[in-house]
């Protein structure tokens, strides 16, 4: 039986960042063909409204132009285009967000969120609320770094860490989920180290687009 076939599109031109989630999402090698692409002409970093609002016909076309696929996954936080996305095109189209907070919810418990910055919780906290699931987040903090700096920071694993730790001590939260696709690297130290799942919002995302194809 053949594999079916899962693109995952960075919206940001960050080369790093489509890295981290190819090796992020080699966990579903033997289930599907997942192929990860770098927008170019996207913002080095999806880090402002300014950014979500200028990606969003970047995203479109990328997708509506590689309909080979059988489903597809926007890998930013934001879930920039996902609505314009399903309402365009018949294939199935996953985001991030919304695909780590499902799976967040069906662990007993309240969970958590790693944000890049204070702005970043803003939108996220407002997303949650359309998704309606607002009364099942315990807290959101942020670590203060850039989309680079997630990817790329020296420190970025050991302040997931620290944040997340916090999260279950503070807040008691049942998982914790890494608010940026910069952070798909850390998810692998991060969860030896916690005592709750650790979420990783492609992965969750590449889950659910596989029980739709």
């Known amino acids: ?8 599109v960075n919206p940001n031109s960050n080369e790093a960042v489509t890295n981290g989630l190819r ?3 080699k966990i579903f090698m033997s289930e599907a063909v997942i192929e990860c692409c770098t927008l170019e002409r996207g913002p080095f970093g999806i880090e402002s409204d300014d950014d979500i609002r200028n990606v969003i016909p970047l995203i479109r076309d990328k997708i509506g132009g590689s309909q080979s696929y059988d489903a597809f996954v926007i890998a930013c936080y934001s879930d920039p285009g996902l609505d314009e996305c399903r309402t365009s095109f ?3 189209v996953y985001g991030m967000q919304e ?5 967040a919810v069906s662990f007993s418990g309240k969970f958590g969120v790693l944000a890049l910055s204070d702005e970043s919780i803003r939108r996220h906290l407002e997303y949650i609320r359309r998704l309606g699931y607002e009364k099942n987040l315990a807290c959101e903090v942020a670590l203060n770094i850039t ?7 020296l420190e ?3 302040k997931v860490i620290s944040a997340g730790q916090s999260l279950v001590d503070d807040y008691g939260v049942s998982a914790v989920i890494l608010g940026c696709a910069g952070m798909a690297s850390a998810k ?7 005592p709750v799942p650790v979420i990783e919002p492609a992965q969750a995302a590449v889950e659910l687009a596989l029980k739709s194809v």
């Open 90 to 92: 018949a294939k199935p």
């Open 99 to 103: 695909s780590a907070v499902r799976t």
């Open 23 to 25: 090796e992020s999402l």
């Open 188 to 194: 692998r130290i991060a969860e030896t180290k916690l």
């Open 156 to 158: 970025t694993a050991n």
């Open 147 to 153: 989309v680079d700096e997630a990817v790329n920071g």
């Open 1 to 8: 039986m053949q594999r079916p076939k899962i693109l995952v």
